[in-house]
């Protein structure tokens, strides 16, 4: 089946560790993107790739990074430096705008991180 | 600084009745406004509009855009409980490697039997 993966589900953090949260699409789409979710807001960007080796950062990149060496994969490390990193975090993807396609972007069921 | 705004930020109704969410709108280099529906867990697409005027149509679902007043509304008719959900507006922007969405807190909607 096509779509987006991420993994864990749930991720349990100590305080001052880093942490890599895995998103992996099988859907051949070019752009990928990091939403940060808090209760009772929407979704914040954090960081995004729109090609392979290439990414810029969004409204909150502080205290993450990211990587991306394949189309498929774009994980997103929470350092020890972001200060509040408890949240639910939602991986998307979508296919390169400029190539007439669609400006929908679809969602992985995402990551829910609590930092003890 | 771009803005999206939902209202209300809940709401609750009976089964049957309909519903109106609200999106306004500040936003820089406007390419597309979207709708998304989420449940327990990751936002489902709804609807994309970038014309105004043109209603999008799904079932018990429409939605419409205003570019010149700067705002979109989701319409639910007949509402049922499956319906509840929080429902997210993103505004899409700039282009090639800067193209991104910036959402709006969403709406809570309940709908009780």
């Known amino acids: 089946d096509g779509g987006i993966t991420q993994s864990p589900k749930y991720l349990f953090r100590k305080e001052g560790q880093n942490v890599t949260l895995s998103c992996e699409q099988n859907l051949n789409h070019d752009a990928m993107y990091w939403y940060r979710q808090d209760p009772g807001q929407g979704l914040r960007l954090i960081y995004y790739?729109?090609?392979?080796?290439?990414?810029q950062k969004g409204d909150i990149a502080e205290g993450y990074s990211v990587s991306r060496e394949k189309k498929e994969s774009f994980p997103l490390t929470v350092t020890s430096a972001q200060k509040n990193p408890t949240a639910f975090y939602l991986c998307?993807?979508?296919?390169?705008?400029?190539?007439?396609?669609?400006?929908?972007?679809?969602f992985g069921p995402g990551t829910r991180l609590t930092v003890l | 600084e771009d803005k999206v705004v939902q209202s209300p930020l809940s709401l609750v109704v009976h089964e049957g009745d309909t519903v109106t969410l609200n999106c306004s709108y500040e936003?820089?280099?406007?390419?597309?406004l979207l709708w998304y529906k989420q449940e327990k867990k990751a936002p489902t697409f709804l609807f994309m509009l970038?014309?105004?005027?043109i209603e999008k149509k799904s079932g018990r679902l429409s939605s419409i855009l205003d570019k010149k007043e700067l705002f979109s509304i989701l319409n639910i008719t007949a509402t049922q409980t499956g319906d509840s959900a929080v429902y997210l507006c993103?505004?899409?922007?700039?282009?090639?490697?800067?193209?991104?969405?910036?959402f709006g807190k969403g709406t809570l909607l309940t709908v009780n039997p």
């Open positions: 970038t014309s105004s005027g």
């Open positions: 936003v820089t280099n406007f390419r597309s």
């Open positions: 998307a993807s979508n296919p390169r705008r400029e190539l007439g396609l669609t400006d929908t972007q679809y």
């Open positions: 790739s729109q090609i392979v080796n290439d990414f």
């Open positions: 993103a505004v899409g922007k700039g282009g090639g490697s800067n193209y991104k969405l910036t």
